[in-house]
């Protein structure tokens, strides 16, 4: 590795060594919380996998077995090429942050540094940031895998290797494409990465219509007929020109005890990968400086007067406010809708959630079973809420952080500091309310479910919508971090995570009071007393949990922000 | 040396510098004043290679920016406006890391940093994580770190503000020293006392365009009148503005 490198890896390890040793500043409790709900989660996700494998075997196993392990090859196939494309975005946008914006990176440049190793540099520390999540997910999968299928001991080695080179092969592309789009596409890089990952989302979305389509066609066949169709349709995510699948079939053969297809299969990653970090050198000898040169020169532009007037209306329309808090909420509407990477996030994810409850009567779910239609309308609330407990985790909670330096201007507003969170609740709330309830009661219509099953889903997320945004505004005030302006870091301190896990679980907690009573007593009963007296309990209980869900983090976030001195 | 030949920079539509030549020599001190938005950080973001200039030159120490950036890096330093530190580092990791960058083998890093340790009064709290620095503390900090490898041009944007006057005096005969000792130093600032004070000559940039250039002496005459540096400046980019 080159001397550049290394001084700049030594530095980032001192930094994280004085990190950790600060850490014993922290409360001991903190820390102990933390781990243990990490390991909560962690071996959720392990048993959660062994359940799914044990699943498969009851009912696949047998004289089925060729089919289980058809499904097993595809099922990860599609699972690691989803998650190297997420990655790749992901490492991508992480990646622009860090080579053209960051205070750190313009101090680097301004120094005898060569510009490769700074981004070489810049690139391993995004691995980090972006890849906690790839492994903490994946860890429990392969640990899964290895006990349930009784792998052998090199299966765990083998894993690792190719977990890591996966997640560097990642990096790597969305590190090439960011530095690409900086150099050579006139607009902003910003609106370009953007541009991208509306991009994939469309090519995933046709993919999955074409899937759908080919589904329905089967549908009157024989069910083993439309899996056999379906899994065909599934195969492209196996093709032998995917790393995504060398790395799955990588790890089925470690597994299976297939050394010699083990081997090959984590060769060639590792050869790509080797290949890629070439292609990633080069171009940022050729393009980096250049592009972070384009990127500080680029002039910033306001919005269209018809979207400026969209704001002004929408100010005018907020009810009973009075005139600050309006102004505080158009305020975090416009950063938000200005930022073309937060916005696209949130409409790729609910985008390609609505297009699914779109084409639900192509699937002819509506023409289901009512145990299938209650399952499914179940799954859809579950899929929506827990999407929206990611999103507020990760936009809402760092919302006050972010106001870091800039804090001076709302702290010596003549306004209550309460009026300043009560505006991020209230943003928070409209913008997640608006999405999901127009989901879900799309998705009820789409099944066909009758109106007391919609007002039921209705009123559930709304007590979501308050209870996350309130969750996240209460937590973010609680632990604000007002010296870090990159909102990754934010959210993977301590309070994102609690967030995070406060807010999984209090969907959960929702969902098990007013969704779980009617979905599993609905199956049974047609309405009438029966339904109302396995409804109302739960709708009231959660009425109960939403309202201290909503009351106490606002009241303590609200104390704690009272007293913030910056 | 600094060599600055017919730079221009343009922001789409605006240009932010337009055309500008400069050359200070060796040992001279040199001010850079200008009203806000007048070009002055571009200047010196082009001259440090943070930006790349559409036209002309810049050369450091006769090392061109744009085609030998590291050689002409390792004979500058430059303390921005804001100043950065990592703020899991302490005071001192920050000045090693910086001494490392610019390869100073450790007897001598170590040399300079208690040197300039004691000079800039950062004993109290150079071994503290910079996380609970003050504003002043980072701006010592930093400028200890420029100082570091005794670079041959310094380029200083603001390097007063946030200083107590004691470390005011400090920063004054360091560069003062520097200078002296024959490197180059390009200070931008608005605080024309200090200019006035300091610098042997004195440029001054409006809209991009180098509107004057000389001795206080020589701005003086240009503004039509034996005024001080404020009445020169104020006349000089206020006449401008009327052109325009």
């Known amino acids: ?566 | 040396m600094i060599e600055i030949e017919k730079v221009t920079k343009s922001f789409g539509p605006k240009r932010a510098v337009n055309a500008l030549s400069l050359t200070i020599s060796p040992g001279e001190f040199f001010a850079f004043l200008g009203p806000n938005g007048a070009g002055k950080t571009t200047t010196i973001k082009m001259m440090v290679g943070l930006l790349r200039p559409d036209d002309g030159a810049i050369r450091l120490c006769g090392h061109d920016i744009r085609t030998d950036p590291v050689a002409a890096k390792a004979c500058i330093s430059y303390v921005p406006d804001e100043p950065y530190l990592y703020d899991k580092l302490t005071g001192r990791e920050f000045l090693e890391f910086v001494g490392r960058m610019y390869r100073l083998d450790r007897a001598r890093r170590d040399r300079r940093i208690a040197d300039l340790a004691d000079r800039l009064a950062l004993n109290d709290f150079l071994d503290d994580l910079a996380e609970g620095y003050s504003h002043g503390m980072k701006q010592r900090v930093v400028i200890a770190g420029a100082l570091l490898h005794e670079p041959r041009i310094l380029v200083v944007d603001e390097p007063m503000v946030g200083l107590d006057p004691r470390s005011v005096r400090v920063v004054k005969d360091i560069l003062r020293e520097l200078s002296r000792a024959g490197a180059s130093v390009f200070m931008s600032t608005h605080t024309l006392a200090v200019a006035e004070e300091m610098a042997a000559r004195i440029g001054i940039i409006h809209h991009g365009d180098l509107a004057a250039l000389g001795t206080l002496d020589d701005l003086r005459r240009a503004a039509g009148g034996e005024t001080g540096l404020e009445d020169s400046f104020l006349r000089i980019t206020s006449d401008e503005e009327e052109a325009s």
């Open chain 1, 1 to 566: 590795m080159r001397p550049g490198i290394l001084l700049l890896l030594s530095l980032r390890n001192r930094a994280a060594w004085n990190a950790v040793c600060d850490l014993r500043r922290h409360s001991r409790t903190k820390i102990v919380v933390i781990l243990l709900f990490a390991l909560a989660l962690w071996l959720g996700l392990y048993w959660i996998f062994m359940d799914g494998f044990r699943f498969m075997d009851r009912g696949l196993g047998g004289t089925l077995e060729g089919l289980r392990t058809y499904i097993l090859d595809v099922g990860l196939a599609v699972f690691f090429l989803s998650l190297f494309v997420m990655l790749a975005i992901s490492n991508g946008i992480i990646a622009y942050g860090a080579l053209f914006r960051s205070e750190e990176t313009a101090f680097l440049l301004a120094r005898p540094l060569r510009a490769p190793d700074i981004f070489a540099y810049k690139m391993l520390e995004g691995i980090l940031f972006s890849s906690w999540a790839f492994f903490f997910l994946v860890f429990p999968l392969v640990a899964a895998l290895g006990i349930y299928d009784r792998a052998p001991w090199y299966y765990y080695p083998g894993a690792l290797l190719l977990m890591g080179g996966f997640a560097l092969l990642a990096a790597a592309a969305g590190g090439i494409a960011t530095l690409l789009v900086g150099r050579f596409l006139t607009r902003s890089p910003r609106r370009v990465l953007a541009l991208l990952i509306l991009i994939v989302s469309l090519v995933a979305i046709v993919w999955a219509l074409n899937l759908i389509g080919s589904y329905r066609a089967s549908l009157d066949r024989s069910g083993e007929v439309w899996m056999q169709r379906v899994l065909g349709k599934l195969g492209l995510s196996r093709s032998p020109l995917l790393p995504s699948y060398w790395v799955s079939d990588g790890l089925l053969a470690f597994a299976r005890g297939e050394l010699a297809r083990a081997a090959y299969r984590l060769e060639l990653l590792g050869a790509t990968v080797l290949f890629a970090g070439m292609v990633a050198v080069h171009a940022a000898r050729r393009f980096y400086l250049p592009a972070y040169h384009r990127a500080q020169a680029l002039g910033r532009r306001r919005g269209t007067r018809a979207v400026e007037g969209g704001y002004a209306l929408m100010e005018r329309a907020l009810p009973g406010m009075s005139d600050d808090l309006r102004a505080l909420i158009v305020k975090d509407v416009k950063s938000f809708l200005r930022d073309p990477v937060q916005w696209s996030q949130v409409l790729v994810f609910f985008g390609l959630l609505g297009v699914y409850f779109i084409n639900m009567r192509n699937l002819r779910y509506d023409l289901d079973q009512p145990f299938w239609k209650h399952l499914i309308s179940l799954l859809n609330v579950i899929a929506t809420s827990l999407t929206l407990s990611t999103f507020t985790s990760r936009f809402i909670f760092p919302l006050l952080s972010l106001e870091g330096r800039k804090f001076w201007i709302l702290g010596l507003l003549p306004i209550a500091r309460r009026n300043i969170l009560y505006s991020k609740f209230w943003f928070a709330f409209g913008g997640s309310f608006l999405v999901s309830e127009s989901l879900i009661l799309l998705s009820d219509a789409m099944l066909g479910l009758p109106g007391p099953v919609m007002a039921l889903h209705a009123v559930m997320m709304l007590f979501v919508c308050a209870g996350l945004s309130a969750l996240a505004v209460g937590t973010g005030a609680l632990y604000p971090d007002l010296r870090e302006d990159n909102p990754s870091r934010i959210v993977s301190g301590f309070g994102g995570t609690l967030n995070l896990v406060l807010s999984v679980l209090y969907v959960t907690l929702i969902i098990a009071f007013m969704a779980v009573p009617y979905h599993v007593t609905g199956m049974s009963f047609s309405g009438g007393e029966g339904l109302r007296a396995a409804v109302l309990p739960g709708v009231a209980a959660a009425a109960l949990v939403g309202l201290c869900a909503v009351i106490l983090p606002l009241r303590l976030g609200v104390r704690a922000f009272e007293k913030l001195e910056v």
